[in-house]
């Protein structure tokens, strides 16, 4: 192998793997740090995640989630874009997918109310990320920023709606009335059941193959189409794509859209697919939890996949781990979520150097003949 | 003395305690951006320290010891941020979410472990809490109309952590526009090139200036635990950071002008807790949402240029790279 190929697997293969183990090995420390065996944490984790049919359902329905905020938040990474908004986008999305069900006639099919829902939550979360994408591209304030306001923007308007607006008449407690049965979207289990074979029940529903689907129109979309390339050349070398002709405020405008309408999709699992009513925080965690998720999966559909399996399984293995082991609790997700950010994003490149020095070293010969020629 | 003057006097007075920690993890923003580090991570570094204050002066029943370990944590924090982005030039924002994220977690966890109260810390009792302070003749002097209520509502009677975080404004003002260390922050926040090239390291500045920042967090998150509050609880800082990061921005990364950016948004903060439920006549009752938002519609207003301009440092938010 020469030192070209080297340095090839050492970005692609060595680095993200050292990384990934890193954040694991940092995680072992915390749970070293508060007395629990890592080994045993993690033989529950397992069981809590796969160990029964019950549990199976829950991790495929929580990975559905992240699925969708880590494709909201890669396809803005293509772009140069740190779409930090996810939060905000997802809540607002609910916002669309539960007015649309809301206020259409409730004798209407499922084959209205689930198309309708969706392209709610589409609108609503692209819409939600139009307004910072707007401001980036034309009136030069940073997306960071901008999208981090629109967070609490978006939670203030919610608890604003919720409370004075959308409450069902005579609760207390701030959430709309039962959507019609004809705008749920099936459950696997009910599904599975019209075809014969008995599942246990879980919150797990279609939306799952919605996630998928998306997944293959995210790659599709990226590598496959002219917009595609336009927005992954301008958040490789920006100046670069201007020159070929690529307008960079489009970009922005169009991956922010995007990234907005795939965050709005978490609604449509968590609302349409199990609460079946417009309620408050139901996002809490999955817009900051896509920011791990894409970085683990290097920003690429099956990697994202991948990840979201990873945090899915952790998110319900770690309700089981919460619930067989006193002094622990689900939170123990949101600290590893915290280091892969930590080792896969932001050290990204701390084992580069000593990688490269170690395994694919400047060959003086080499150099000395390259001069010489 | 008419109502009117008393309530202001005392909503006024609940935007200084307000404020306090916005002011102090404002000026610490300040330090970090003027060197040309973006510090997303100020909201984490609060909470870390807000939940070491809250443990240790829980366990040793001093709240300057607490203060002094939240000091440590956030400096650590901040040598983390450090360490990604000045030492291995890690993205700066992926970075302050990750301490956000983490700090979220982590600071459950280790409470549960140690506590065993779902997350939280054992409330304080005072001889382990920052009291508030009674200035001397605040009693006596409150009889003198219109300047008494002042003195003995307004300025009197906060702890002592208030009046740090603003008696620190002008020390901050006067190190970064006076000393020889605030020339050469901003300079490496505008062009480290050319600070490196007088011989400086740009390396060794920007660190400097995030452990500052480590300080000012730290005692930030002490007062909203052990001074505010009388212990922690989960996400407690809810969004302060963020606030912080507005202000800063508001307030064009000037100490003076970043303070009063911080009162705003306090008294906005104090406003929306004292128009709970009131109905004002002919307008009716105002949602307290709105007034809550407001902060953030203002400097997103701000930020797109609608009012003046909010022009960052120039080299913020990039990593420098010696040439060899």
């Known amino acids: 192998m020469n030192r070209d190929t080297r340095i090839t697997w050492i970005n692609r293969l060595l680095l993200p793997l050292l990384n990934i183990l890193t954040a694991f090995a940092a995680t072992a420390v915390v749970f070293w740090l508060i007395d629990v065996n890592p080994i045993e944490a993690a033989q529950v984790l397992i069981y809590g995640a796969f160990g029964y049919k019950e549990g199976i359902g829950y991790t495929i329905y929580y990975t559905t989630n992240f699925i969708f905020t880590g494709l909201a938040v890669a396809v803005a990474f293509h772009a140069g874009l740190f779409n930090i908004g996810g939060e905000g986008q997802a809540y607002v999305g609910g916002l669309g997918a539960g007015l649309v069900i809301l206020f259409l006639d409730p004798t209407l099919g499922a084959w209205v109310f689930i198309p309708a829902s969706i392209i709610g939550a589409l609108l609503f979360g692209g819409l939600w990320a139009l307004i910072p994408a707007y401001l980036q591209a034309y009136r030069g304030s940073h997306i960071v920023i901008t999208t981090i306001m629109f967070n609490f923007l978006a939670a203030s308007l919610m608890v604003y709606l919720m409370v004075h607006v959308l409450r069902e008449v005579g609760q207390m407690t701030p959430q709309s009335e039962l959507f019609p049965t004809n705008a749920w979207m099936p459950f696997v289990h009910d599904v599975a059941?019209?075809?014969?074979?008995?599942?246990?029940?879980?919150?797990?529903?279609?939306?799952?193959?919605?996630?998928?689907?998306?997944?293959?129109?995210?790659?599709?979309?990226?590598?496959?189409?002219?917009?595609?390339?336009?927005?992954?050349?301008?958040?490789?070398?920006?100046?670069?794509?201007?020159?070929?002709?690529?307008?960079?405020?489009?970009?922005?405008?169009?991956?922010?859209?995007?990234?907005?309408?795939?965050?709005?999709?978490?609604?449509?699992?968590?609302?349409?697919?199990?609460?079946?009513?417009?309620?408050?925080?139901?996002?809490?965690?999955?817009?900051?939890?896509?920011?791990?998720?894409?970085?683990?999966?290097?920003?690429?559909?099956?990697?994202?996949?991948?990840?979201?399996?990873?945090?899915?399984?952790?998110?319900?293995?770690?309700?089981?781990?919460?619930?067989?082991?006193?002094?622990?609790?689900?939170?123990?997700?949101?600290?590893?979520?915290?280091?892969?950010?930590?080792?896969?994003?932001?050290?990204?490149?701390?084992?580069?150097?000593?990688?490269?020095?170690?395994?694919?070293?400047?060959?003086?010969?080499?150099?000395?003949?390259?001069a010489a020629a | 003395m008419s109502d009117v003057f008393l309530t202001l006097l005392l909503t006024l007075d609940a935007t200084l305690r307000v404020s306090a920690p916005l002011v102090l993890a404002a000026m610490a923003g300040l330090f970090a951006e003027r060197s040309g580090v973006v510090d997303i991570g100020l909201e984490g570094k609060m909470l870390a320290s807000a939940f070491a204050a809250a443990s240790v002066a829980a366990v040793v029943g001093s709240p300057w010891a607490g203060l002094g370990v939240a000091i440590i944590v956030s400096c650590g924090f901040a040598m983390l941020h450090g360490f990604a982005t000045i030492t291995h030039r890690g993205d700066q924002i992926v970075s302050g979410v990750a301490i956000n994220i983490l700090v979220g977690g982590l600071t459950i966890i280790l409470g549960l472990a140690w506590f065993h109260q779902g997350g939280l810390t054992p409330a304080l009792n005072n001889e382990s809490r920052f009291l508030s302070i009674t200035l001397p003749y605040a009693q006596q002097l409150a009889f003198i109309p219109v300047l008494g209520p002042i003195y003995k509502e307004l300025i009197s009677g906060h702890n002592i952590l208030v009046y740090l975080a603003f008696g620190v404004v002008p020390m901050v003002w006067w190190v970064v526009f006076r000393t020889r260390f605030g020339l050469r922050l901003r300079a490496v926040g505008e062009n480290p090139k050319a600070v490196d090239t007088a011989g400086l390291s740009v390396i060794k500045l920007r660190y400097k200036a995030l452990l500052v920042g480590g300080v000012l967090c730290g005692i930030a998150g002490a007062y909203i635990s052990t001074a505010h509050n009388a212990q922690f609880t989960r996400d407690m800082t809810a969004g302060q950071g963020y606030i912080a990061l507005a202000a800063l921005i508001f307030g064009k990364w000037r100490p003076l002008t970043v303070m009063l950016a911080c009162l705003l948004f306090g008294f906005l903060d104090a406003l929306a807790v004292r128009l709970q439920g009131v109905v004002i006549p002919g307008i009716g009752e105002i949602p307290v949402q709105f007034i809550e938002a407001a902060p953030y519609l203002l400097t997103v207003i701000l930020l797109a240029g609608f009012i003046g301009r909010a022009i960052p440092p120039k080299a913020s938010g990039k990593a420098y790279l010696k040439e060899r």
């Open chain 1, 193 to 370: 059941a019209g075809f014969g074979y008995s599942i246990e029940a879980s919150p797990l529903n279609l939306s799952v193959l919605l996630a998928l689907l998306c997944a293959i129109l995210v790659w599709f979309f990226l590598w496959q189409t002219r917009w595609g390339y336009a927005i992954r050349a301008t958040g490789k070398n920006g100046t670069a794509a201007v020159y070929g002709g690529i307008k960079p405020k489009r970009i922005i405008i169009v991956a922010m859209c995007i990234s907005g309408a795939l965050a709005g999709l978490v609604s449509v699992n968590e609302l349409v697919g199990y609460q079946h009513r417009l309620i408050m925080d139901f996002h809490l965690g999955y817009g900051f939890g896509g920011i791990a998720v894409a970085l683990m999966g290097r920003n690429h559909p099956v990697g994202i996949i991948v990840a979201a399996l990873l945090f899915g399984t952790l998110y319900q293995g770690g309700a089981e781990l919460a619930f067989e082991m006193s002094g622990i609790s689900r939170d123990i997700v949101v600290v590893m979520q915290g280091l892969v950010i930590l080792f896969c994003g932001a050290l990204e490149y701390m084992y580069r150097p000593w990688l490269i020095r170690s395994l694919a070293p400047v060959n003086k010969q080499e150099v000395l003949v390259g």
